[in-house]
């Protein structure tokens, strides 16, 4: 472990590397204990640094999981709990504000570069990428005919979308504007009319599946949503549809789409996010017809970065006493 610098700022421990200008600031700023090993860190690693310092503020990843137990283990000096990542589901949510612990997430910044991602899975998966790839890179490609590894038309298909939150329309003006897609959707509830920029609402996941030539995953992970596409739900798929993940792997039941995958009763499939992270499902890899991404749907240099500066904006306002708009608790 790092030695914490010498400063009388607020202390503060980081879980995970970040990209330079946020590293500066938080060396500048902070007395700060930094993970130095950029993996993610044991619950008994977490709670010794935290009490080391005597951290007021934890700055953490969508991979760090504050539970319950290592919410009550913490020191009482830390009031701050900040995660780079607008999933939350790896806080217990309710046992930080019982312990009146400010819990700030990043909402909002990284909805485009997601959305961008989500359409490269979704041309990846259509256009057999994957495929391609190994052809070349293998020295097997003996040039061009025409019947070479032909695709599923993306211009005009309909796709369905779970969950119609700020990424999920990012994902509908891509595909609806770029593409001239017939954009479908199934949401908690349907959104304002000026929302859904002449998208199809669907009242029940079931309806929205038999539309879906493509669906792409975009709703947050919780009860009413784990395990959400498993065989039954892929039974109501058009046949040969196409699957995208970009939200959290715990939506997808594997072992029903990789089944599906092998008999091709789902074409293909664009995953950027699995059960179980890294220690994917094998069967994903052993399959042509699957585009695999490492969980990058929010990594660009702009969009990390802002995603750092807001939560370091935020953290100070809270410290300060202020209000911020990207708080949980």
Do not use: C
């Not at 990542?85 to 910044?109: C, F, K, M």
């Not at 939560?311 to 708009?325: E, Y």
């Amino acid at each position: 472990m790092s030695v914490p610098s010498r400063k009388t700022a607020r202390n503060l421990v980081l879980t995970r590397a970040l990209p330079a200008p946020l590293m500066r600031r938080i060396a500048d700023g902070y007395n700060s204990w930094a993970n130095p090993e950029d993996r993610t860190l044991s619950s008994e690693e977490l709670l010794r640094a935290a009490r080391e310092i005597e951290a007021e503020i934890l700055f953490v990843t969508a991979f760090d999981r504050i539970s319950a137990s290592v919410i009550a283990d913490l020191p009482r000096s830390v009031k701050v709990i900040g995660t780079l990542s607008v999933g939350h589901e790896h806080i217990d949510i309710a046992a930080a504000r019982a312990r009146g612990q400010a819990v700030l997430y990043t909402p909002d910044i990284l909805s485009d570069a997601v959305a961008d991602m989500a359409m490269l899975l979704l041309l990846g998966a259509a256009r057999r990428a994957h495929e391609a790839a190994e052809l070349l890179y293998s020295g097997r490609w003996r040039g061009w005919t025409p019947t070479q590894l032909l695709g599923t038309e993306v211009t005009g298909a309909r796709i369905g979308i779970l969950g119609m939150g700020r990424i999920g329309r990012a994902i509908a003006r891509r595909a609806g504007h770029g593409f001239g897609m017939r954009v479908h959707y199934h949401n908690r509830s349907r959104l304002a009319a000026e929302m859904e920029g002449g998208a199809t609402y669907h009242a029940t996941p079931g309806s929205l599946l038999a539309q879906s030539e493509f669906l792409v995953l975009a709703a947050p992970s919780g009860p009413a949503t784990m395990g959400f596409l498993n065989a039954a739900r892929i039974a109501q798929l058009p046949e040969g549809a196409i699957v995208v993940n970009i939200a959290r792997g715990d939506l997808v039941h594997d072992e029903a789409l990789i089944a599906a995958l092998e008999s091709g009763r789902v074409a293909a499939a664009g995953l950027d996010v699995f059960n179980n992270e890294p220690q994917i499902d094998e069967g994903y890899k052993r399959l042509p017809n699957v585009f695999l991404q490492p969980h990058q749907g929010s990594s660009t240099v702009r969009t990390r970065v802002r995603m750092g500066e807001l939560l370091l904006d935020s953290i100070q306002g809270v410290l300060d006493g202020k209000s911020v708009p990207n708080r949980l608790t």
